[in-house]
């Protein structure tokens, strides 16, 4: 790769005519002829020179350029003054600059200049000028080379582009950038990849060092205002469309961006006055019209998702809630409020382990109160969850009264006796003595209010001296029921039955 600075100064020998002296009359003071005049110009100009690549190997390009500049105001024709100063000025990273004097020094550091600033065809024939007057020139050779590098990068890039293949063209950008320190066209072109890739401060670093450089670069201020878009920053992301538009009302990338963030905001905006006023129908209608207006838009996509999640959770859609709520984090894998509207929705439907891994998460990135109790509650039910559960077995409600709770006690026990299912095969009676049992179980639980409340609590009931393996179904039946001689089973035909009590 070339040197940003395009080589050393040139330097030229004091011409002859310096010892060009007009004699001295002793009558009046000496006149100088027009070539005596102008042999002190040139050395005047050599004297400037001479200083600035003094400065220049000291790397101070600033007064190096000074000097070279007095050096050109002195005598205008000398071609390596320009190339000195076009040195210089690229040493300073001014390469735009550095063309105009560039053009007036030769081909070869004119060809550097344009390279460059990424002009690779316009350097590609500068370099190949000046083979053609020395085919042996190394450095021409080796610069020709590298423009084409170049543009080979260039084409590969745009059609990565239009196969969305982003970090390719983000990869080939950063190479030809070797070549192309100074070319704006490919850091916004990287800029943008970055930025639809979602590396938000990369692409807003190389758009805002642009920015400095050139504050109307309608390109920069597009990428800017495409960042903030990609952020959800969607007010400030317009005002930096319009001005991109201000500066090249052409610009279709920026009126495309602006004319899709002004209706996303819109759309949002509309389905949240929707749920608000309770129009759930509605505002699901209107996310799910946002969703579509731009893919590309991740963090405002995800709010959106966990927005109509939200929705269809006040809809009793609780699938359809859980469904949305991993979309939105599929796209922004740190959005805490959809995995808190997840693991809710898992806590409804009664997936606590899937709960509990979310609350894990949320509890692990943000250490609150909050969402500790969250995580603990969520962490009982789970446990709770694996324990036999009673108001199920008893086909009753957890807020069921002590009346509910005998009333089911009745119909269970009565339905799942053993002397009920006397006649039916060997498996079936033991389901059912299984479920009499757990029946007898449940009522002993529910129907007394210490229990209950353990158990409720989720404690382990063993732990606290219960154990439920020793438990007679029979004798809580018994007691149930009026104690012995208290009823029978009689059959009153193939599989019925009826009770008589005496």
């Not at 063209?169 to 070319?183: I, T």
């Not at 693991?343 to 979310?358: F, I, L, N, S």
């Not at 109160?369 to 969850?385: C, D, P």
């Not at 732990?463 to 393996?469: A, F, P, Q």
Request: with cysteine; charged share 30%.
């Amino acid at each position: 790769m070339a040197a940003a600075g395009g080589g050393e100064c040139d330097v030229i020998m004091t011409p002859a005519a310096a010892n060009l002296v007009a004699p001295s009359h002793p009558e009046g003071p000496a006149m100088l002829s027009d070539e005596d005049e102008d042999a002190g110009t040139r050395r005047e100009a050599e004297s400037f020179k001479e200083q600035g690549n003094a400065f220049y190997a000291k790397k101070d390009y600033n007064e190096a350029f000074n000097y070279y500049t007095k050096a050109i105001d002195a005598c205008p024709s000398n071609a390596s003054y320009y190339g000195n100063r076009a040195a210089t000025l690229m040493m300073l990273g001014k390469f735009r600059e550095a063309l105009g004097d560039a053009q007036q020094s030769g081909h070869l550091r004119e060809g550097k200049c344009h390279l460059s600033l990424g002009n690779a065809m316009a350097a590609s024939r500068c370099f190949q000028r000046v083979l053609e007057l020395d085919h042996k020139n190394a450095q021409a050779q080796q610069e020709l080379n590298n423009a084409r590098t170049v543009l080979e990068y260039e084409k590969i890039a745009e059609i990565d582009f239009e196969k969305r293949d982003f970090r390719k063209v983000v990869f080939c950008m950063d190479r030809a950038l070797e070549f192309a320190p100074a070319c704006h066209r490919f850091k916004i072109l990287k800029a943008e990849c970055l930025a639809l890739l979602g590396r938000y401060p990369e692409a807003q670093s190389v758009a805002s060092d642009i920015l400095r450089i050139d504050s109307t670069n309608a390109d920069a201020l597009y990428v800017r205002g495409l960042c903030l878009y990609y952020e959800d920053c969607i007010e400030k992301a317009v005002q930096f469309f319009i001005q991109a538009l201000k500066m090249a009302p052409d610009h279709d990338k920026a009126c495309l961006a602006c004319r899709n963030a002004k209706a996303l905001k819109a759309k949002k905006d509309d389905g949240n006055k929707a749920f608000k006023e309770g129009n759930y129908k509605l505002a699901f209608d209107l996310y799910t019209e946002a969703l579509a207006i731009d893919p590309n838009n991740r963090k405002t996509n995800a709010k959106l998702f966990c927005n109509r999640g939200t929705v269809n959770a006040k809809l009793r859609k609780l699938d359809e809630a859980i469904e949305d709520c991993t979309s939105a984090i599929k796209l922004d894998d740190t959005y805490i409020k959809a995995y808190l509207r997840r693991a809710q929705c898992y806590m409804d439907t009664e997936q606590y382990e899937d709960a509990v891994r979310d609350y894990e998460k949320v509890y692990q990135t943000e250490k609150t109160k909050e969402h500790k109790q969250l995580l603990k509650n969520a962490q009982v039910e789970l446990k709770k969850s694996k324990r036999k559960d009673y108001y199920k077995i008893l086909g009753v409600d957890k807020n069921a009264s002590e009346d509910e709770i005998k009333k089911a006690y009745r119909k269970r026990a009565l339905m799942h006796h053993p002397d009920r299912h006397s006649g039916a095969s060997a498996e079936i009676q033991k389901e059912e003595e299984k479920k009499f049992k757990e029946v007898g179980e449940a009522f002993t639980i529910l129907s007394d209010p210490k229990k209950k409340a353990r158990y409720d609590s989720g404690q382990d009931l063993e732990e606290d001296g219960m154990n439920m393996g020793d438990f007679d179904a029979n004798n809580i039946f018994k007691a149930f029921f009026g104690g012995p001689g208290g009823f029978s089973f009689e059959a009153s035909g193939p599989g019925n039955f009826f009770f008589q009590f005496g």
